[in-house]
Each structure stands twice: as structure tokens, then as C-alpha cells.
């Protein structure tokens, strides 16, 4: 098969390379193309799993999510996921091999996994008319540029033209782009067949002087100006984004949310469906910020369950989740955070670093936690099965969602499971999963994606709102479908905003691009 590709490279990071190769992957699938994402490596706390169960970047999973194409962990071969300041875990070709510092991976490792990325963008190329490649932070960074292998080198590797990604919200876009072009070899400037200036806010005419400028100085062409889009409500993957999100207020007609976040916080893309609820506002806090009096707490997923909890009991956040539970505020627990809730957290081969140790829970749930080094990753279907205001009007729903976890939770003195696990993968199973206390009010689960359950999370929500007093909003909110017609509609505009004709020679393409006016 013949496969033509283009490649998003940015002057830095949080430029928007992730979302703006959503959005071509939207409209080369839109435009009658088989098409699919790459990003060699990718360094993000927020993962999914694919239906073998590989694990792979999030940004991956939304962007064949826009190719209308099944995940695989070939589109995101190398994951990163940091567990301290400097180490992460690798993960390669969907499973984990060990944590690395820094150094010891930039150092020589990464070098070795060079035929692991040739192998699984190969594969692709087998089976999809266009790859869509998105680089990682900036190609000029001079340090790393002998080590790395998610920039230019992929570019080489894949012959792929690169567009340089400018983002002109946060100011110097001009000055970034001309010094990322100067900082690189002659051989790799000439690789960049483009510019794309994202996130601009104004008068586009005022710009074009700008415009001008820009491709007399560089030689290259400017193929579009990107508007910015203050509310696009598409999963995000990196802590920029989150960093947005930090104390946001609540107003006496909505629902509040709070969502402890941790330095180690993982999966927060797991509260997007009631970010988008109407009514709702998802109240991230942060550090020693007081958690007020929410309608609901959530402890989310954390990659060092054990350093995170260490986290909150230093800023006091452990014993104000405890007032409040004892309060009757009812308290969610996903994956990290339902092993905090529990009595006791065992790590006896330290596979959360800082060796063997023993460590006491929150106490709200009665579990116990032991950690493995064997990690547990699954799609999952389950059904409802527990008791209390969030389980018992569901029991014997299904929902699906994904496991990612180091270790299981065992139940004691007779604590009930919240669901049951009838699928792992393509294999059935029965597994309890999950607890609650006797008053329904504080649950845990290991499955991530519950809220992206129309129902269930329906039925949390009307629960919240009846204990306020408030009244149910009229429709139901549909998750799924919503993120769809957000894909097409990021979609037309940066179509209409790029030049579709240049991008279509740049690439070489058979036929001209258009954008495909989608009624969704």
C-alpha cells in the first residue's frame, strides 16, 4: 500500500501538536482516507488500553478515535510515564519494561528502542493510506538532540515533511519559530515544508504584516493561522492542561465537584464527561486550597500512590477528605485513589520506589492494598453490583472502562464490592472489583472511564443534585456523541483556517483535500 504522511512538529511543548493532529486525522478520514496517528514517544501520566491490552498515550487513543480506526499501541510505541521528578516507567509496544532516570534513558536505552519505532510505524504504513506523526516538545532542544528520537529523527527515518507548530497566545511565536529553524541543521530545515501559527486571538489583517515577515525571513510557507478555541472539551493529556482547570468557581445552581490533584496525579482525563455535564463544575484543588463543601469528593488515579498520599497528609488534605466524609459528603476513589481510601497500603518489593514498606490508608474503606510488579492492564466490561445511592438504582447495569494498576485491593470485614468484572479483554471472568462502606456514600473502583457511563454517571449526578434540592437539567447528555461533533467541528475550522491545497502537494497526495461539512 502506498502511504503518504506529514508530520507536527512544535516550537515547543503545549503548542497544540496533539489536538491539531486530531483534527488531520479528522478531516484525512473525513476526506475518504485510511488513516492513523504515530507518536514514537510520548510522556504522559494520562494512558488508556487497548482492547488487548497493550497501554498507550491518551492523545494517541483521541486521535484514532478521530480516524475513526481501533487503538494500537504501534501509534504510540514508546510511553514515558513519570513516577518522580526524574524517572519514569517505560512502557514499549504497550507493556512496561522497568523505570529508568533521565539519564540512564537518554543516556544510551532509547537508542535501543530505535527498531522497535521503525518496526511499528512499518506495520502501519502496511495497513494506512496516510500517517499522521506528531513530534514531541521542540526539535531545537541541542542537549538532547543526539539522544532523541521523536523529532527530527523521526522525520528522517520516515521521510515525512514537517509543519512547525508556532503557539501565538503565549507571545514570541515569531521569535520561536525563526529561532527553532535557526537552532537546526541545514539538512533538517529543509525537512520543514511549512508553518502553522496556532491559538490566535483577533484581527487576522493586523497579523499579516507578521505573516509576511515571517516567510521572507524563513523561506518557508505560513499554511494557516489557527483561531484559538477557548472551549473545545476534548480529553487533554498533559499538566498544562489540568493547570487550567485549578480552582475553578462554582456558582449556587451547579453541582460542585472537587478533585484532589496530586503531583503524580494520573488519568484526570477520566472527569472529562462531567466537565462537560451542564450544570456541573469539576472543581480541581490543588495543594493546601481548601476543598470547601463540594457535593462530591474524588480521589483520582495517581502513577506513586504511596508519594501522593504522603502528599496529602503533609498539606493536611488527607484529614479534611475525612471531616468532610464523616460530614456525610459522599467520596469517590478511582485506581490510586481507592487505595488511599483503604486501611493499609503494602509494598513489599518497593515497586513504587523507596523499598519494602507498609503504610496506613485514610481508613474510609476497609481494604488493603498490596503492591506487585506485575502490572494489570485490561479493557473491561462489568456489572453494578453494590448497595448505596450511587450502586443500588444501577444494579445489574453494565459499564466498561479500563484497568491500569500495580497490586490489588482485598475486601475485609465483609466490605461489599461495587461491580463485577465479567470481561477482561476478549476473555470472561468473575472478579469483584471495588468497595463500599456501609453508607453507600464512600465507593472505590479500579476502572477508569466509569463517568464516560451515560447512565451511571446520569444517575451520580441526579443523586447530587436531589440532596441540593436542585432539579435534573432537561435531555441527557450523551458523552460519546458529544465528542464526536467536537472532533468535526475543531475539525472545519482548522481546515478552513490551513491551506488545504498547499498541504495537499506538500504531502503529495492523489487528490485535492476539502472539508467535509459533517451534520452531526
Not at 527498531?115 to 516538545?137: M, P
Not at 526539535?139 to 509543519?163: D, F, Q, Y
Not at 472537587?258 to 472543581?283: C, H, K, M, Q
Not at 488534605?317 to 468532610?324: A, C, F, N, T
Request: net charge negative.
Amino acid at each position: 500500500m502506498m502511504s503518504y504522511n506529514v508530520m507536527l512538529q512544535g516550537t515547543s511543548s503545549s503548542v497544540g501538536k496533539s489536538i491539531l493532529a486530531a483534527a488531520l486525522c479528522r478531516l484525512f478520514y473525513r476526506a475518504g482516507y485510511r488513516v492513523a496517528p504515530f507518536k514514537s514517544q510520548n510522556m504522559a501520566l494520562n494512558s488508556c488500553v487497548t482492547r488487548d491490552g497493550g497501554e498507550m498515550g491518551r492523545a494517541q487513543v483521541l486521535q484514532a478515535y478521530a480516524a475513526g480506526v481501533e487503538p494500537s499501541v504501534r501509534m504510540n510505541p514508546i510511553l514515558l510515564k513519570p513516577t518522580a521528578p526524574a524517572s519514569s516507567q517505560i512502557v514499549v509496544l504497550g507493556s512496561p519494561v522497568g523505570n529508568l532516570s533521565a539519564m540512564e534513558y537518554h543516556g544510551n536505552y532509547n537508542q535501543s528502542l530505535l527498531g522497535v519505532v521503525e518496526g511499528a510505524y512499518t506495520s502501519l504504513c502496511g495497513e494506512f493510506e496516510i500517517i499522521v506523526i506528531e513530534g514531541a516538545g521542540s526539535p531545537a532542544e541541542v542537549n538532547l538532540k543526539k539522544h532523541e528520537i521523536a523529532n527530527m529523527r523521526i522525520a528522517k527515518m520516515t521521510g515525512a515533511p514537517v509543519l512547525l507548530v508556532a503557539d501565538i497566545d503565549r507571545g514570541g511565536a515569531l521569535a520561536a519559530v525563526v529561532g527553532t529553524l535557526e537552532l537546526l541543521d541545514p539538512d533538517e530545515r529543509d525537512r520543514v515544508s511549512g508553518i502553522i501559527i496556532n491559538k490566535f486571538r483577533g484581527d487576522l489583517e493586523l497579523l499579516r504584516p507578521a505573516l509576511e515577515f515571517l516567510e521572507a525571513r524563513t523561506g518557508k510557507p505560513v499554511l494557516g493561522v489557527i483561531p484559538y478555541l477557548s472551549d473545545l472539551g476534548l480529553p487533554e493529556e498533559d499538566s498544562v492542561a489540568l493547570e487550567r482547570k485549578i480552582n475553578r468557581a462554582s456558582t449556587a445552581a451547579q453541582i460542585e465537584i472537587a478533585v484532589v490533584t496530586t503531583p503524580r496525579i494520573s488519568n484526570f482525563t477520566d472527569f472529562d464527561p462531567l466537565e462537560r455535564e451542564p450544570g456541573v463544575n469539576v472543581r480541581y484543588v490543588a495543594g493546601k486550597e481548601p476543598l470547601g463543601k463540594p457535593d462530591l469528593v474524588i480521589l483520582p488515579g495517581s502513577k506513586n500512590t504511596l508519594s501522593d498520599l504522603l502528599f496529602l497528609e503533609e498539606c493536611g488534605k488527607d484529614e479534611e477528605i475525612k471531616k468532610l466524609a464523616a460530614a456525610g459528603t459522599p467520596v469517590i476513589g478511582i485506581c490510586g485513589g481507592y487505595q488511599m481510601l483503604g486501611t493499609e497500603i503494602n509494598d513489599p518489593e518497593g515497586s513504587e520506589g523507596g523499598g519494602a514498606q507498609s503504610v496506613k490508608g485514610m481508613g474510609l474503606l476497609d481494604i488493603v492494598t498490596d503492591f506487585s510488579l506485575a502490572k494489570v492492564t485490561y479493557l473491561v466490561e462489568a456489572y453494578i453490583t453494590g448497595a448505596g445511592p450511587f450502586l443500588e438504582p444501577c444494579r445489574d447495569w453494565q459499564v466498561k472502562g479500563y484497568e491500569i494498576h500495580m497490586g490489588e485491593s482485598r475486601r475485609v470485614n465483609q466490605t461489599k464490592a461495587a461491580f463485577q468484572i465479567k470481561k477482561r479483554g476478549e476473555e470472561p471472568v468473575e472478579i469483584n472489583d471495588g468497595a463500599v462502606a456501609p453508607s453507600g456514600l464512600i465507593l472505590g473502583t479500579y476502572i477508569h472511564g466509569i463517568f464516560d457511563n451515560d447512565d451511571f454517571r446520569g444517575n451520580v449526578l441526579s443523586f447530587l443534585r436531589r440532596r441540593r434540592g436542585l432539579a435534573d437539567p432537561e435531555g441527557d447528555y450523551k458523552f460519546a456523541a458529544d465528542l464526536e461533533k467536537r472532533l468535526d467541528d475543531l475539525t472545519r475550522v482548522v481546515g478552513s483556517a490551513l491551506d488545504l491545497q498547499r498541504l495537499a502537494e506538500i504531502m503529495g497526495l492523489p487528490r485535492p483535500l476539502e472539508v467535509v461539512d459533517i451534520v452531526s
